[in-house]
């Protein structure tokens, strides 16, 4: 595990232990009462739902393998870590900032963009690729090329 005090990355160290958490939870279907959370000493505590789905996203990502970072959203982030997260060039990011895509400021000579604002714009990204491969398939469809 990395730590800052803005972030935790998490890395998949006991992958048997998350394959079967993983598979627990794919089985466990939605339930009607709040997850409980039980501590080494033997206290239990209701969780949230929001904590409980942190708990499922962060068990699937590890159990592919991934890293998963767990930050704050009111973080800040300088334009390159911005576009790392969004998979761009930094000048490509800048171009998005330019264009008024992501509201951000300048406490300095630097730019600074929310990470919740950067989260908000990959949705959004995300939702007009969606949106952009759901036309193309009933483009498809409708001209005869599309197989089932």
Do not use: N, W
């Not at 704050?72 to 870590?81: A, V, W």
């Not at 997260?85 to 800048?94: A, D, Q």
């Amino acid at each position: 595990m990395y730590s800052t005090t803005e972030d935790t990355t998490l890395l998949p160290e006991h992958r048997a232990e998350i394959a079967a958490l993983r598979a627990f939870l794919d089985q466990t279907p939605a339930a009607s009462e709040p997850a409980l959370l039980r501590g080494p000493c033997g206290t239990v505590h209701t969780l949230p739902a929001e904590v409980y789905e942190a708990l499922t996203v962060v068990v699937r990502a590890l159990s592919e393998g991934k890293a998963v970072t767990v930050a704050p959203t009111h973080t800040t982030l300088t334009t390159q870590e911005a576009a790392d997260m969004l998979g761009v060039s930094r000048p490509t990011f800048v171009k998005i900032l330019d264009r008024g895509e992501i509201p951000y400021s300048r406490p300095g000579r630097h730019r600074r963009v929310l990470l919740s604002d950067v989260l908000a714009y990959r949705e959004r990204r995300r939702g007009r690729s969606r949106q952009g491969l759901d036309e193309l398939v009933r483009l498809t469809e409708e001209s005869g090329l599309y197989d089932d």
